[in-house]
Every structure is written in structure tokens, then in C-alpha cells.
């Protein structure tokens, strides 16, 4: 018994040694502590600057407020990071009748700046901030309250509850239940992926996937209050701001994304679902699949001359796709959608069918501008990055990351509409079998295919144009709808 005695005091003294020294990093575990950060320091604006209105901003009492002006536009103080898939935590104190919300994912550009969102040109004052926009609306007069639900400012509106998700009488119901006008709330963020949640006072409120936009600014807005000078002074304060960001694995699929549709194209390890674009296998060689990175080798910068380009064996017609890619300095590849890989490759000069070159379809270009002769070539750029090589260009102030580091492809098929969005930003968009397009494409090298780009379905591509380039994260999502 004695020895027993001792043997559970041993074990006791262990566990309590494990705890105090290494208990708080297991909880972190699960929740990081010493992941989250402070973005306002309870003292000053450090670490934030102001974007597109006029409202006032400063520090007193701990909280940092954010105070209505007239005669001013929106109004967002933003920290000077961008962040990706990330947890955000704040209390907020609003004055009744002053809206406000909380920016994420979101962008703005120095100069003004048109866009084009679902068919619709949206003309973007400078250094105007737009995006997600998780809303503060807790107006005790309208009485709506629709605190955490979503709104895309500048661009689709309402999303939740909206065009997106959400029943309207529901939200609206829950809302008033869990609001607390006039008092401290708390709202929490969180972003993985496409996936998106809110809660507000701990009650989950929105929760829907969207890929538009998956990396951008925050910002703490002060709605504009008009003309009216007796709405001037109304405040809102926000304390204990703060976030944590989340790593994800790559090429895994969170529940959120698997409910919503989404299927990853590559599964991060072996070469399921795709094949050469010449023959049913694989290719032997010319492509690496290494820890969770597919990459197509360096062979002098010839076109589909070492392992061939690579092909899904599904067809493909509705579909919205994400992809990273990594390119290496001077380096040229392709995302091509449509494939007909039974059609002869052309000369990219004459545009004649040749025994050897990269299979048929739209291309996303890949490329450094910087150091490929191709974005000299073409047509106002119309081979650049971003661009649906060799018919329309992506714009000259386009995003674009440095060489070795990992950009993101979006591309959008629905029915006859495609868009092209490199690194959250839309660079092409057009309508397959429009008079504009089938213009494009007869002063093309492909003005000698009949029907280009204008068939049902086709394979997805990733060209192998002769020099390293790297592809991660291949998701792909079936549109049931046009």
C-alpha cells in the first residue's frame, strides 16, 4: 500500500508539474491565447489609419471611438494589415441611431477606380474602402437589428440575410432577441476559406460560403450621418479588439466549404482525376507532387515538351474554381477551362495547327511580367497575368504578388458569363458567344478554330509552357444553377 501510496504521489506531482508547465500551451491548443493580438492598444491609434470619409477617431476611456460628422461619406479606420482566414473578437457601445459595422476582407485603391460586380460597373471614389462588411444596426426606431449579419459594401449589397442566405422574418426575430441596445455587445468574426460566421453575444448569426474576396482590410466604420447637424457627435466604441490568425492545411476542405459544394480538384498527393492532355495516364514525368505541392518542371521554356500539359478527366461546364499558384522568376503557365484536348494546338504567332503546343481552350494567364517576353507580346497586354491570354488584357494596376510567393486564381463559369479574379480582384470578364468575344477572337491566334471557347463543357487545365511554376489548394465548386 505504501508503495502505491507513493506511486499515485508521483504521478500526482507529475501532472501538476505537466499542467503549470505545459497545461496553458495544451488549452492553446484548441484555442491559441498567445495566438490573439491586440490591434488597439486602449491608448491611441497606432497601428491604424483612416479611410475614404471624414469622421473622427481617437482614443479615451480604454475605448477607441469613432465619432459621426456631417457632410461626409462612410467613414473606416483600418489597421494597416491585411489578414486572410482569421478569428476577430470586440465589444461595441453605439448610440442609438448611428449605424456602424465592421469591415473585413475588403480593399480600396489610391486612385478612383471602376469595377465590375455581377454585370454591374460600380465607379469607386479614391481610397474608397469596399467589401465585407459585418453590420452594427442597432436602431431601436427601425428596429431591424440585423447586428452580424453581412453586407457587401460597394458591391452586392445585402448578402446575409440576402442574396446569399438568410430568411429575412428569421433574422430579423433572432436579432431583437439577442441585441442589447444602449449596453456593451460582443461580436465575434471568423473566416476559413470561402466559409463565413458571425455571433453576436455568443448566438450564432450569419454562416454561408463566399469566394469573391478571401484576404483584405479591416475597418471600423462611422456610417454617414447627411446634412443633418443634430446628428453630428454620435458615437460608438469599440474595447478588447482583438485576432487571432488561422493556418489552415492546405488542400483540406473545411465542413463549411464540403456543405456548401466545394471538392478539392487535386487532393494534395497523387494525380486522382487528372491526366495528360495527349493520353489517358498521367505523365511519367515533367510533374512533382510534393508535400501537398503540385509543380511542373523547368525544361528551357518549351511549350508541352517534357511532361505535356495536365488535364482533369471531368468535363466541366458551370463551376467556380480557386487555385495558389507560384511562379519562378522569368516563368510562363496557365489555367486554361473549356479544353477540347482533341483540337490541334496552334503556332502562337500564325495561329496554324501544329503537332506540338499546349491544348485548346480559355487561358487564365500565368506569367512574370517582369521577365517573360510574352507580356510584350499580344495586344495591349493581352498575354500579361491575369489576363484570358491573347484575347482580352487584365488592367495594368492589377494585384499582383512577388515572384516565389503564392497568388490566388479565381475563375467563375456560369452559362455563357466567365470571370477571371486574380488575387481578389476581377480582371476579365466577358460572355462566351457574344459579338464582343467572337470579335477578340478573330483577331486572335485562334481566329482559325471553329467555335472557340463557345463549347458546352471542357476539361480544366494546368499548361506545362516550360518553366517551374507550382499550383496548391484546387477547389472546385459544380454550379447547379445559370
Given amino acids: 500500500m505504501k508503495s502505491l501510496s507513493s506511486l499515485i504521489l508521483t504521478v500526482s506531482v507529475i501532472v501538476a508539474a505537466l499542467w503549470l508547465n505545459g497545461?496553458?500551451?495544451?488549452?492553446?491548443?484548441?484555442?491559441?491565447?498567445?495566438?490573439?493580438?491586440?490591434?488597439?492598444?486602449?491608448?491611441?491609434?497606432?497601428?491604424?489609419?483612416?479611410?475614404?470619409?471624414?469622421?473622427?477617431?481617437?482614443?479615451?476611456?480604454?475605448?477607441?471611438?469613432?465619432?459621426?460628422?456631417?457632410?461626409?461619406?462612410?467613414?473606416?479606420?483600418c489597421p494597416v494589415k491585411t489578414y486572410g482566414d482569421f478569428e476577430m473578437e470586440l465589444d461595441y457601445l453605439v448610440d442609438g441611431g448611428l449605424n456602424s459595422g465592421v469591415q473585413f476582407r475588403s480593399d480600396l485603391f489610391p486612385a478612383a477606380h471602376i469595377i465590375n460586380v455581377d454585370g454591374k460597373t460600380i465607379h469607386l471614389p479614391a481610397d474608397r474602402l469596399h467589401g465585407y462588411q459585418c453590420e452594427i444596426d442597432m436602431d431601436t426606431n427601425r428596429n431591424r437589428m440585423w447586428t452580424a449579419g453581412i453586407y457587401d459594401e460597394m458591391r452586392r449589397d445585402w448578402l446575409f440575410p440576402g442574396k446569399i442566405g438568410g430568411r429575412t422574418n428569421d433574422f430579423t426575430a433572432q436579432g431583437r432577441t439577442v441585441s442589447k441596445p444602449s449596453e456593451w455587445n460582443h461580436l465575434r468574426i471568423r473566416c476559413v476559406g470561402a466559409s463565413i460566421k458571425t455571433w453576436l453575444n455568443g448566438e450564432p448569426r450569419a454562416d454561408f460560403c463566399d469566394a469573391m474576396t478571401l484576404r483584405g482590410r479591416i475597418g471600423l466604420q462611422v456610417h454617414a450621418v447627411g446634412k443633418d447637424p443634430a446628428k453630428a457627435g454620435m458615437k460608438v466604441k469599440f474595447r478588447d479588439i482583438r485576432l487571432r490568425e488561422i493556418t489552415s492545411e492546405i488542400n483540406t476542405l473545411s465542413a463549411d466549404e464540403q456543405k456548401a459544394g466545394w471538392k478539392l480538384l487535386w487532393d494534395g498527393k497523387t494525380s486522382e482525376g487528372w491526366r495528360s492532355?495527349?493520353?489517358?495516364?498521367?505523365?511519367?514525368?515533367?510533374?512533382?507532387?510534393?508535400?501537398?505541392?503540385?509543380?511542373?518542371?523547368?525544361?528551357?521554356?518549351?511549350?508541352?515538351?517534357?511532361g505535356g500539359d495536365i488535364i482533369t478527366r471531368q468535363r466541366y461546364s458551370d463551376f467556380e474554381l480557386m487555385a495558389d499558384f507560384k511562379l519562378t522568376p522569368g516563368a510562363n503557365s496557365g489555367i486554361k477551362i473549356f479544353v477540347q484536348p482533341d483540337i490541334s494546338p496552334v503556332d502562337k504567332k500564325t495561329g496554324a495547327k501544329t503537332a506540338v503546343g499546349s491544348a485548346i481552350g480559355c487561358e487564365f494567364q500565368v506569367l512574370d511580367d517582369a521577365l517573360h517576353p510574352d507580356a510584350k507580346l499580344g495586344k495591349d497586354g493581352d498575354r500579361t497575368i491575369g489576363s484570358l491570354y491573347d484575347l482580352m488584357p487584365a488592367p495594368k494596376d492589377k494585384k499582383v504578388l512577388p515572384v516565389g510567393e503564392w497568388n490566388h486564381a479565381r475563375i467563375l463559369s456560369r452559362g455563357q458569363h466567365i470571370e477571371f479574379w486574380l488575387n481578389d480582384q476581377k480582371t476579365v470578364e466577358f460572355e462566351r458567344g457574344s459579338e464582343a468575344f467572337r470579335a477578340v477572337v478573330a483577331e486572335s491566334k485562334f481566329k482559325n478554330i471553329p467555335d472557340f471557347g463557345e463549347w458546352a463543357d471542357g476539361h480544366i487545365l494546368l499548361q506545362e509552357h516550360g518553366n517551374e511554376v507550382s499550383y496548391r489548394n484546387i477547389k472546385i465548386r459544380v454550379l447547379s444553377g445559370k
Fill in 23 to 77: 497545461g496553458a500551451s495544451v488549452a492553446r491548443g484548441a484555442s491559441p491565447a498567445t495566438d490573439w493580438v491586440n490591434l488597439f492598444n486602449g491608448t491611441n491609434l497606432d497601428g491604424w489609419e483612416q479611410h475614404s470619409g471624414a469622421a473622427k477617431y481617437f482614443a479615451a476611456d480604454g475605448c477607441l471611438v469613432g465619432e459621426s460628422v456631417t457632410n461626409t461619406g462612410n467613414s473606416f479606420l
Fill in 277 to 306: 492532355a495527349k493520353s489517358e495516364s498521367f505523365p511519367a514525368h515533367g510533374w512533382t507532387m510534393r508535400d501537398g505541392v503540385l509543380t511542373v518542371h523547368d525544361n528551357k521554356g518549351e511549350e508541352s515538351a517534357g
